[in-house]
């Protein structure tokens, strides 16, 4: 809509990320130097529950001569993504339940040179992650590649691991302390605003509160992927928190 900060809202949303991962645009660096390594500069992207629409962003600063189609089904993130890239002819967006089994029928091509995700697949369990990497294993062309930036937790280092998150939530409770936006604060400003409050609102009618999937191990997506018809599958990046997994069919 008119009038609507569109940038000041996907500034917001970057922000409101930080908080839980300070290192993010890291991350985004690293995948993006794996798409150029594996793609070259002017890859034809589909940005896998794009939320926002943050990867494409990124993407078409670093690519001017790249395309993305975002695909997602939260009707709030999308408006934000629909409103920033608003003109700009490199951009699809393309609403679609990524658990429904014809999802990829909505999508404008059959093959991409680079599918991307971030922060987004670990809401879904481990069976329904399964088929998705399969349908992927379609979409990807010969010698393109598939990244999944997000939270895998390796269960055979419990020391570690309560160790490193009691270490990020001290650093949080003390930024949220000082005014940061947490996930629920993000919400409750953008139930508020007339031109997302609806949106928002058929969101939690969709997803309810933000729940967490089976969250596997990096090693447990290496081989789905393999086994779904990748090639190879490593992490190319890791945080303390979060792995950036690489997959090339």
């Known amino acids: 809509m008119t009038g609507t900060d569109w940038a000041g809202w996907q500034q917001s949303w970057d922000r409101q990320q930080e908080w839980y991962m300070p290192d993010r645009e890291e991350r985004f660096r690293v995948m993006l130097d794996m798409v150029e390594a594996l793609v070259g500069p002017k890859p ?20 001017p001569e790249a395309t993305s189609v975002g695909v997602d089904l939260d009707p709030a993130l999308l408006a934000i993504a629909e409103g920033y890239f608003a003109g700009d002819e490199r951009v699809t967006f393309v609403t679609a339940d990524l658990k429904d089994p014809d999802w990829t029928a909505r999508l404008p091509h059959d093959s991409y040179d680079a599918v991307l995700t ?23 062309r010969d010698g393109g590649v598939f990244m999944n930036a997000d939270h895998m937790i390796d269960g055979t280092t419990p020391r570690i691991n309560a160790a490193e998150r009691a270490q990020r939530h001290a650093r949080m409770d003390l930024e949220k302390a000082a005014g940061v936006l947490d996930w629920a604060d993000w919400w409750a400003l953008a139930a508020k605003d007339p031109v997302l409050a609806e949106p928002t609102a058929r969101r939690f009618e969709l997803y309810g509160e933000h729940a ?4 596997p191990s990096p090693a447990w997506h290496a081989d789905a992927l393999r086994a779904a018809g990748f090639g190879e599958a490593r992490a190319v990046w890791a945080s303390p928190s979060d792995t950036l997994l690489l997959a090339v069919k």
């Open 118 to 140: 971030a922060t987004a697949l670990h809401w879904l369990h481990s069976e329904p992650l399964t088929a998705l990497y399969g349908q992927l294993a379609g979409l990807v």
């Open 44 to 63: 034809r992207i589909l940005d896998l529950a794009c939320g926002t629409g943050s990867i494409t962003d990124r993407a078409l600063k670093r690519f």
């Open 212 to 215: 967490d999937g089976d969250m």
